[in-house]
DNA sequence: CTGTGTGCAAACATTTTGCAAGCAG
DNA sequence: CTGCTTGCAAAATGTTTGCACACAG
């Protein structure tokens, strides 16, 4: 499918098998099927939504929820993925192989868009170095109505 | 405790009596126990920190957590209060009768600090417009390391 | 009186953990 | 071989719901 990214497919394995070698863990078709899936659906996924399209491609691995949860941690600390939280509806993941970004989430359909804004980063920047903050991360989303979902009222 | 905020107890009391009584429902004595202990503690609580704070102000009541967070949803639907998502960790909230902020949160403490900037809101605007996008509303979250934290390592 | 609100216990949804067996290195 | 990894079931967490009694309007 869409395989226009920023990073190759070999590339990604190849970060991915120097992280697990660097930690003296192992190499897993489990692992790499969660990271194939990730890589070839550029969405924003649920643990369970990857879950099922991972059982679904490879069916033969028997590839359980726990495993997903597991793999998709050690992802997140590793910053290959990153996540957003929807309170209680626990959190959507994706691939972090593309440059920073912040997410637009509309209310009616919860279709998401990416955007990105430079000057926006700054600010953060300028904001917690002025509270002697030191920063690490941050989550951005706007909510409201997507084009189409306005069209169709 | 606190008292010097925007909006005095009386006219948030009656602000939460008249959407009670729009809605047919009852002003009960737990209600008011809960509006009145987030009034008086300007911090943000998880749902069980509340609990149990107006269990110990008001123990006579004898409220349950289920009435928390019964009041909490009513409480953010009618937009007097708001929350912030922490992932499977559940939610925050806190009181919203005051002016638009954001959050950064400390990873190591886990303190919240509150600011404002008009800059950042504007641009968020002109995304929002450039994308066909109807802004209803936005969380922005900065995480990192706090100055008392940064001190103690 | 009527119907909403309450606390309790149980149900739920999501994520994590304990364990015995499997497999990568 | 060694010990990390897996799937399963059970536990843990955070939140919601069903129910019978209580109480506001």
């Given at each position: 499918m869409k395989s226009n990214k920023s990073l190759s497919y070999e590339a990604l394995l190849e970060t991915f098998k120097s992280i697990l070698r660097s930690n003296h863990l192992k190499f897993t078709a489990q692992r790499e099927a969660i990271l194939r899936t990730l890589y070839e659906h550029p969405d924003h996924f649920t643990p369970e939504n990857l879950y099922l399209l991972v059982k679904e491609k490879y069916?033969?691995?028997?590839?359980?929820i726990t495993t997903v949860y597991r793999t998709l941690n050690l992802l997140e600390e590793n910053k290959l993925v990153t996540s957003l939280s929807f309170g209680t509806q626990g959190k959507k993941f994706e691939l972090g192989n593309k440059p920073h970004h912040d997410h637009m989430i509309c209310e009616v359909c919860g279709s998401i868009i990416e955007f990105e804004d430079p000057k926006i980063e700054a600010l953060q920047q300028a904001i917690a170095k002025a509270h002697g903050f030191k920063l690490t991360n941050h989550l951005m989303q706007l909510y409201g109505i997507c084009k189409k979902c306005q069209e169709k009222e």
């Amino acid at each position: 499918m869409k395989s226009n990214k920023s990073l190759s497919y070999e590339a990604l394995l190849e970060t991915f098998k120097s992280i697990l070698r660097s930690n003296h863990l192992k190499f897993t078709a489990q692992r790499e099927a969660i990271l194939r899936t990730l890589y070839e659906h550029p969405d924003h996924f649920t643990p369970e939504n990857l879950y099922l399209l991972v059982k679904e491609k490879y069916p033969d691995l028997n590839t359980g929820i726990t495993t997903v949860y597991r793999t998709l941690n050690l992802l997140e600390e590793n910053k290959l993925v990153t996540s957003l939280s929807f309170g209680t509806q626990g959190k959507k993941f994706e691939l972090g192989n593309k440059p920073h970004h912040d997410h637009m989430i509309c209310e009616v359909c919860g279709s998401i868009i990416e955007f990105e804004d430079p000057k926006i980063e700054a600010l953060q920047q300028a904001i917690a170095k002025a509270h002697g903050f030191k920063l690490t991360n941050h989550l951005m989303q706007l909510y409201g109505i997507c084009k189409k979902c306005q069209e169709k009222e």
